[in-house]
Every structure is written in C-alpha cells, then in structure tokens.
C-alpha cells in the first residue's frame, strides 16, 4: 500500500507547478513535529504542504509521503498503521491532506505523536478545533490559520514583483511614506477592483476565466461535504445553509433581522445561529460581535459580512461598496488581529485602534475627538495623517 501511495505522492508532484510561496512561509516554525494548516477551501494548503516536501531536499523522496484522509486507500486503512508502515520503511515526514474528512482524526494523531519518530504536517478546515476533549491533541500540534491571498500577495503573482508588508503599527504611523514608496513600483488602484472581485483565491490565477464557476463550486464543496464532516447537521438541512448565505449577502450588516431570517429559512432562532456558526467556522461568514458579547454563538451578532469581496460578487445580484469596503478591511485585519464591534466607528482593532470605513470623502464627524481612530478611505491612493488608504490594509501579511 505504501508503494502506491508513494505513486500517488509522486503524480501530485509532478503536476504541483506553482512557484510563488505564500506568506504562511515566513510564520510557520517547520522544527516542530507535529505542524497544522487550517483554513478555507482553495486558499493554497495542498499547495503549501507540495512546496514544503519539495523544499526538504535534504530528505529523499522515498522518506518522504504525501496521502490525502479521503483517499480509498487511506478510508480502507487507517492513519496509524499508515504512518507505522511508512516509518518501519525509514520515511521521516508525512503529510496529510483534508484531515477533517478521516473520522477520530485527533486519536490517531495523538498515537502517531507519542509512538513514531516522525514529522508530520496536516491541512484541514478552518472548521476544526483540536479541543483538550479530543485526545488531548492541542498541546501537541500546533496550528496555522492561512487566509486567502492579500492585495500584496495578490500583486506580487500578478505583476511578478516583490514587495514588503507591513505591521499595522508601521501602516498606521507611517503610511504617507509607506505608500509613496509603493507607488514608485506600481499604481496602488490599478488593479485594486479585480482584487475585490476575483483576487481572493489562488486558484484564479490557474483559469481567470472559469473562476467565478469554480469558487461557486469549491463552496458548495465546504457547505455539502466539509461543514457536515465535522458538525452534526442532516442532509435535507444543508440547502438551509445555502439559502443563508444568499439571505446574508442581500443584507446590510448592520441590519439584521433574526426573526425574519428565521422565518426566511425554515428553523428556530437557535438553530439559525448554529448554522450561523457553521458558515462562520468554515470561513465563508464573518460574524463580529462587541467585545461584551465574546464569543457566545448564541447571542445576536452586530454584523456579519462574507468572508471575503470574492463570495460577494458571486452570491450577490449587486454588491454595495461600503459593505465591500468593510468585509475586504474585516478579512485582512483578521488574520493577525482582534476584530470587534465599537459603540462608534466601524471596526475596533485590539481593543485599542478605532476604525471608520468609506469613500475619499469620509469625515471624521462620527470619531471625531476619540483617541486612537482613523479614517480609512477608498479611491485614494495616499492618505494623510489620521486618514489612510483602504488599499495599503491588503499589506498586512
């Protein structure tokens, strides 16, 4: 068995062609044994763990293995006696694609930690928890959470050039100079609609004319198969979440009805925030709340966006700019940062950086006097003072 999962490992090789490392690269500390890769459907995991075995060239390749959990082979075995095999044969690393889809991922995990002397690298679904309930795994992997491709990431592909990214201290204190050198490379808004329409996933870069159709489908993928591989939900329910997802994208985020939304799909309010929770988990919501509210699912959220400006211009009949300003600005700050609701403004950024999001005309009339809040403008390509624009937020990682 392990000879043809090496056969497998070596065909997702040779057709593995992309060069460009994403900034996951620069975070990820490779010395630990046991490393996982979570996040949405079709932001790059496969992709990352291909680069990274190819990247060990120290090892073999006969010692190195690469099986995805909803393979035949894998269904018909388990992980364990897989990677005692492979081991037993000299193999030093195993990566493992889609965990979330192998039943008591986390025991085997566990067992393959404390009994081989072998590295191993997972990817699953940003859905997933290693809870102290589940063989005790979190104190033994540690997680990686990989977002969709940033502006800077997206420019850099795009345009074959390198550029820098920022803390959002530097942003916030040096953004006129920031930008003024980023405009000696290239034209900040240039390209910046195409971001917001297609520029998310990797994957637009391999066919940019089949990728609304495909990220549809690698959607529906998360909401069919990956939401209900991991959360107890029946399949006559799962249209349910589709019809919310459309129900959610002709809504303004700050205009939440529950009951309405209730009554729309068919379910008690608490089952409407479970599902809630679901879309949220598997990255294709974005629900904040208040820093009072926590993170109680059942409590009304303040808003919730999709997950990236992507999801709305395929979901949505007509996006609307300011909630396509707010979900790309929520998005990026996430992947670093604590994002809540204030009393005023937009957005609070680690309880401490007061946020209002608009056009190039957007005062400062509704934070003016609070200390620590900026203004965040789109169509400018240079801000000035306390107002910044919203383009250099895609600079983040």
């Keep these: 068995m392990i000879e043809q999962l090496h056969q497998d490992f070596l065909q997702y090789l040779d057709h593995q062609k992309v060069t460009y490392r994403r900034y996951v690269w620069d975070t990820i500390k490779h010395n630990d044994k046991l490393i996982g890769i979570v996040g949405a459907r079709g932001v790059g995991k496969t992709t990352y763990i291909l680069q990274y075995l190819e990247s060990l060239s120290e090892i073999p390749l006969h010692k190195k293995l690469y099986i995805s959990a909803d393979s035949l082979e894998v269904v018909d075995s388990s992980l364990l006696e897989i990677a005692k095999h492979f081991s037993a044969l000299g193999g030093q690393v195993l990566a493992i694609d889609e965990i979330h889809k192998y039943k008591n991922f986390e025991r085997e995990l566990k067992q393959i930690y404390d009994m081989l002397d072998l590295k191993v690298i997972f990817s699953g679904s940003s859905a997933i928890e290693l809870e102290h309930s589940k063989a005790d795994l979190s104190r033994r992997a540690v997680l990686y959470p990989m977002n969709g491709l940033s502006y800077r990431e997206f420019l850099?592909?795009?345009?074959?050039?390198?550029?820098?990214?920022?803390?959002?201290?530097?942003?916030?204190?040096?953004?006129?100079?920031?930008?003024?050198?980023l405009k000696k490379e290239l034209k900040p808004l240039e390209h910046w609609r195409e971001y917001l329409e297609y520029g998310f996933y990797p994957f637009y870069f391999q066919e940019?004319?089949?990728?609304?159709?495909?990220?549809?489908?690698?959607?529906?993928?998360?909401?069919?198969?990956?939401?209900?591989?991991?959360?107890?939900i029946k399949y006559e329910n799962i249209v349910n979440l589709k019809r919310l997802v459309k129900l959610i994208c002709q809504s303004e985020p700050f205009k939440l009805n529950i009951k309405e939304l209730s009554a729309k799909i068919g379910t008690d309010r608490d089952t409407l925030y479970l599902y809630m929770n679901y879309l949220n988990r598997?990255?294709?919501?974005?629900?904040?709340?208040?820093?009072?509210?926590?993170?109680?699912?059942?409590?009304k959220p303040d808003k919730i966006y999709l997950n990236n400006s992507n999801l709305n211009y395929a979901y949505c009949n007509e996006s609307k700019i300011g909630t396509l300003r707010e979900t790309f600005f929520a998005n990026q700050l996430q992947t670093e940062h604590e994002v809540t609701i204030p009393k005023k403004g937009d957005f609070l950024i680690d309880d401490k950086y007061l946020f209002e999001i608009g056009g190039k005309n957007k005062s400062f009339k509704q934070i003016k006097d609070i200390e620590n809040s900026f203004v965040v403008s789109d169509h400018i390509e240079s801000g000035f003072g306390h107002k910044i624009p919203l383009w250099l937020f895609g600079f983040l990682y």
């Design 156 to 181: 850099e592909i795009k345009l074959g050039i390198e550029l820098k990214s920022y803390s959002l201290e530097e942003i916030l204190s040096n953004h006129l100079e920031i930008a003024y050198e």
């Design 208 to 232: 940019p004319s089949t990728y609304s159709k495909k990220l549809k489908e690698t959607i529906n993928i998360v909401i069919e198969t990956d939401i209900p591989s991991i959360f107890t």
């Design 282 to 299: 598997g990255k294709i919501f974005n629900i904040l709340r208040s820093k009072t509210k926590g993170d109680n699912i059942f409590l």
